[in-house]
């Protein structure tokens, strides 16, 4: 192939160009390459229409060509409710029956099977065969788990904060522009202004002085305090502009190409500008913005993206319907907004939920509807401060979690990663034991069911029995279907 760009949406990272055998444009997902990309002699052109921003928004998610009837209990089964254009066919005391529309068999037999007993597949029968198949093979693996693992290495340390010599060195690089900002500046408002001590300032101050980018008495700093006030000299090359590699414009260039394609963004004028004059600066290499892209959002959570920048810019509260999966139900939240954030090609909003009175993090996706309100919210910028100090990790676990210890095979290793894991051990022929740390382990036998036998509980021992009667129940109720 003539490979022409290169993009990321959906999670995955594709390439396009020209397939020399079809005679035509194709993609290829990178993950689906089997062997090693081979460079050929020859050269060839990109059409100079080619943008990899366009063409990689014409690539869509498979379209729901099929669908199912499903009977689910009344109140249940949320998952299914939500999903996009599934009709209600009949609803009853016992049972409502639904046509959910889905594109591929197995993951929509994975999710019924994690609904257990409270959804039947009545047709077609190809997928009620699936959901089977699914509870059989968890029920032999629980049965089957192993006894006795423990985890005795490979424990994983709880994130830290950023370290003080972190903070230290941060404080130090916005200390030079400072002064040199604020010449004569007192020493006391300095130190409030940097949220440290004058006597650590003043510690700061004499290693500053030992400082500066060459290694020779005239390239160090000069710092002089006089009657409480700083000054510094000297120090000019370290507030010139900070010249970049050419790799560096380039990647600066997509960054800001995939931001000005964020709700809102398209027409900021400190992008737009940082961009032009990149563009500029790069030349001929700055062709990487047309050959490179990602696409942060879709349009399924544009519109809830743009409530909730709404409601940060406002600064008032947001009233939600939001999806709790580990509940199953639908709830109604009144929360004010802290930031919004990308963690695993997945959009999260961190909050504080005034019915909670905590904080709390939600998937963008979840949110069944938005709306501002005209209450004022409360969060302070030392909140966003806090929260941007937390990192992006969208599952933070507390002194109430339970340990959950699950053995995966080798396709379902990712669980590990996909519910941040605080502890690990290999068990041999690439199997894993993962500790998880959750909130509730109700939802625990639902994603067992719907991993098909890829994963066990096998400790706490209650949590694996009732995970096996679970399951047992589960298949019952399918061979009754």
Known sequence: MHPWGMGARFGHWYVVGFDTTRKAERFFRLSRMTGEPVLLKGTFDVPASFDMNSTLSSLSRSEPDRAAVIAVRPGSCQVLRVRKNTEVLQTGEEWDTLRVPYAASSPMAATIAGLGTNARVEEPQELATEV???????FDAAVAAPDGVEITSGARPVPRRKSSSQDHLL??????????????????????RFDVS??????????????????????????????????????RDLAEPV?????????LIVGLQALRELPGMRNNEAIVSAQTKLTAAAGDAARIGSAVATKLTEDDIDPTLEVLQAALHSGVRVAVDYFVPTRDEITHRLLEPIRIFLHQDT????????DSDGLRNFRLDRIQSATLTDEPATATEDDASAARERGSAPYRSGDADHAVTLVLEPRARWIAAQYNADAVQELGEDRLAARLKVASTSWIPGLVASLGGSAAVVAPDQLREETLRWLEEARAHQALA
């Open 243 to 251: 010249k970049l590699s050419m790799d560096e414009a380039c990647s």
């Open 347 to 354: 959009w999260y909003l961190e909050a504080w939920c005034v």
């Open 132 to 138: 089977a198949r699914l509870l059989e093979g968890a």
């Open 171 to 192: 404080r130090l690089l916005d200390l030079v522009p400072y002064l040199l900002a604020h010449p004569g500046a007192d020493v006391g408002d300095t130190a409030r």
């Open 198 to 235: 004058e006597t650590q300032l003043t510690k700061d101050l004499d290693l500053l002085f030992v400082s500066g980018p060459r290694h020779y008495p005239d390239g160090l700093m000069d710092v002089n305090i006089e009657d409480g006030r700083i000054y510094l000299t000297n120090a």
